[in-house]
């Protein structure tokens, strides 16, 4: 038994539970979810866990990084990396580093869909809007039309199946300079898959105007089209 202690000297309740590289303690079933009840130096020497909040069996430095490491416990190791992924996104960790590969090819395929629906509703409702500009109006809309369709239901596609999922909020990192700050030497893994959270808050504003003014477009051009 031990007494866990915080940077001052309150005393905590003692307890038997997993522990973790860090020192601390868990009574969750799940071990790699750990409460960190006291600050913990980082591997680098130079940065403090935050005390009294989630900590994830990974080394998290200052700016908040979480390491999904790739150790297999059992038959469930699987379903224990998703869990501890889900944990990390909803916990709204600004890096995420995920070793194992499976898992991290996965998650980062799913980025691209979100990217792929996003790109598609901006290029095609921009191409729906600038069309008319640059070819006369008999020909304008047998491009017009299909691209503003396109933009909308890419749109649609985004704010139904994707805008909810935590995953929306990160990106790959590709940044070498950006990766080097991180803890990825403790890894076992040389192909790492690193998420970065980003607002995307303003790129959601971008293609559901885009989006709105294609289909307003090609409203207004249906109706004169069937009107005459």
Same mark, same amino acid.
């Given at each position: 038994?031990?007494?866990?202690?915080?940077?001052?000297?309150?005393? @905590?309740?003692?307890?038997?539970?997993? @522990?973790?590289?860090?020192?601390?303690?868990?009574?969750?079933?799940?071990? &790699?979810?750990?409460?960190?009840? @006291?600050?913990?130096?980082?591997?680098?020497?130079?940065?403090?866990?935050?005390?009294?909040?989630?900590?994830?069996?990974?080394?998290?430095?200052?700016?908040?990084? $979480?390491?999904?490491?790739?150790?297999?416990?059992?038959?469930?190791? *699987?379903?224990?990396?998703?869990?501890?992924?889900?944990?990390?996104?909803?916990?709204?960790?600004?890096?995420?580093?995920?070793? &194992?590969?499976?898992?991290?090819?996965?998650?980062?395929?799913?980025?691209?869909?979100?990217?792929?629906?996003?790109?598609?509703?901006?290029?095609?409702?921009?191409?729906?809007?600038?069309?008319?500009?640059?070819? &006369?109006?008999?020909?304008?809309?047998?491009?017009?039309?299909?691209?503003?369709?396109?933009?909308?239901?890419?749109?649609?596609?985004?704010?139904?199946?994707?805008?909810?999922?935590?995953?929306?909020?990160?990106?790959?990192? $590709?940044?070498? *300079?950006?990766?080097?700050?991180?803890?990825?030497?403790?890894?076992?893994?040389?192909?790492?898959?690193?998420?970065?959270?980003?607002?995307?808050?303003?790129?959601? @504003?971008?293609?559901?105007?885009?989006?709105?003014?294609?289909?307003?477009?090609?409203?207004?051009?249906?109706?004169?089209? $069937?009107?005459?």
């Amino acid at each position: 038994m031990q007494s866990i202690t915080t940077g001052g000297d309150r005393e @905590r309740k003692p307890c038997t539970c997993y @522990r973790a590289p860090c020192g601390c303690y868990n009574t969750t079933r799940f071990p &790699p979810l750990l409460l960190c009840t @006291r600050a913990v130096r980082a591997e680098d020497g130079t940065h403090y866990i935050n005390e009294n909040r989630p900590h994830y069996g990974g080394v998290m430095a200052a700016t908040e990084c $979480y390491i999904v490491h790739e150790i297999y416990n059992g038959e469930n190791a *699987q379903e224990q990396f998703e869990y501890e992924l889900e944990q990390a996104l909803e916990a709204q960790y600004r890096y995420i580093v995920i070793e &194992p590969t499976r898992i991290g090819d996965e998650t980062a395929r799913w980025v691209a869909v979100g990217n792929c629906l996003h790109k598609s509703a901006v290029l095609a409702g921009a191409a729906c809007l600038l069309t008319p500009l640059a070819l &006369p109006a008999d020909y304008s809309r047998y491009v017009a039309l299909p691209a503003g369709a396109l933009s909308l239901a890419c749109a649609a596609l985004y704010g139904i199946s994707w805008q909810f999922d935590p995953c929306c909020k990160y990106q790959v990192e $590709y940044d070498s *300079q950006k990766l080097s700050r991180l803890p990825l030497h403790t890894l076992t893994s040389s192909t790492p898959v690193v998420l970065v959270r980003r607002d995307d808050v303003h790129r959601k @504003r971008l293609h559901n105007t885009i989006a709105l003014a294609a289909l307003a477009y090609c409203a207004k051009r249906i109706y004169e089209l $069937y009107a005459v």
